[in-house]
Each structure stands twice: as structure tokens, then as C-alpha cells.
């Protein structure tokens, strides 16, 4: 399939046959942004160790992703927190489980897609964790869910699928108009 190009000086032929819609480099050059390139990714998706040690790959896994889809630094903050809470959980009550943990990344339309998946495990469901009465004296508080809380203070919609022993937890955060 081909289609044109416009760089705002002349008019390209584009040849779309070959591109992979999960896996896109635009040069940045033809379309009149900078003479770099911009590699645009659907998703990503990466295993790590069940260690709290591979929170800094994490956290340089999803910048790569955040970078190279050129969405606002200031998505960058919440997905480290939701991303650290999540897989801390993960391996603090699941300690003996050999499994890596999976880690995945997507837009969708207008929106952050983040799906962390603890493989044979027992269930948690997120979605279900009593609120947090944050106006109550720390001496009253109970502890825990204080973390899940924040992360549903942060996005804009959490599920959770329990299926044949694995954890699949997928938190959306709307971008916004001007993400990039």
C-alpha cells in the first residue's frame, strides 16, 4: 500500500506495506520535527526477576517506553509509583514463587496502558481493597492498602483477572490531548 508523505517543502511517496504496526519509525526529518527520528511502539512487554533489585530496570524499561512514544514527563511519576507499589506487592506475598513477573506497556488511543502479571500466584484482587480512611489518626489507621489507594487516586480505571493461577492487574492513565 502506498500513500504520500507531506514534510511542509515536498511531497514523498510512503511505501506502508512493510510496517510493523506494533513497531514504527517515523523520521522526524521527513514530517518537519527535528532531524532525529521518533520510534513510536503500540507496546512492550518484558519479564523481570521476582526482585525488588529490578525495580531500576523497571523504571528504565518504562522511560524507554515513555520516551520513545514522546508522552509528557508527567506520566512518568505516577506509572513508577503504580509500577513500584504493584510489583513490591508481588514479591513481598509471593516470595517463594520462582516466576519472573511480567511487565507490560501500550497506548491505546488517548491512554497509558500498564498490565503486570504475577504468574502462579494466589489471588489479590485489587479492585476490591477496602478504601483507606486517611482522615483517622495514624494510631487508628489499619495497616496496609494505603498504596493501592494512592494508585487508584492516580489513574483512571484498575482491573483485575484471576486466571489458571496467574495475576493479571491492568491500570489505564489517560494521556490527554497534548501527550507528546
Known amino acids: 500500500m502506498l500513500g504520500t508523505g507531506y514534510s511542509g517543502r515536498t511531497s514523498l511517496p510512503l511505501d506502508f506495506s512493510s510496517i510493523n504496526p506494533y513497531h514504527v519509525t517515523i523520521p522526524r526529518g521527513n514530517i518537519g520535527i527535528a532531524e532525529s527520528s521518533l520510534t513510536v511502539q503500540k507496546f512492550v512487554e518484558k519479564h523481570f526477576p521476582r526482585d525488588i533489585k529490578s525495580l531500576q530496570p523497571i523504571t528504565e524499561f518504562t522511560d524507554g517506553f515513555l520516551a520513545r512514544n514522546g508522552i509528557n514527563k ?3 511519576f505516577p506509572l513508577h509509583f503504580v509500577i513500584e507499589e504493584l510489583f513490591t506487592n508481588m514479591v513481598k506475598y509471593n516470595p517463594r514463587n520462582g516466576s519472573d513477573i511480567s511487565v507490560r506497556l501500550e497506548v491505546v488511543d488517548e491512554s497509558l496502558v500498564l498490565r503486570i502479571v504475577d504468574f502462579d500466584s494466589e489471588p489479590f484482587d485489587v479492585t476490591k481493597s477496602p478504601p483507606v480512611n486517611i482522615h483517622l489518626p495514624l494510631e487508628k489507621r489499619r495497616i496496609g492498602g494505603l498504596g493501592i489507594h494512592l494508585i487508584k487516586k492516580m489513574v483512571d480505571s484498575i482491573e ?12 489505564t492513565r489517560k494521556l490527554g490531548k497534548h501527550h507528546v
Open 74 to 76: 508527567s506520566h512518568s
Open 160 to 171: 483485575y483477572e484471576y486466571v489458571d493461577r496467574e495475576s493479571r492487574i491492568t491500570v
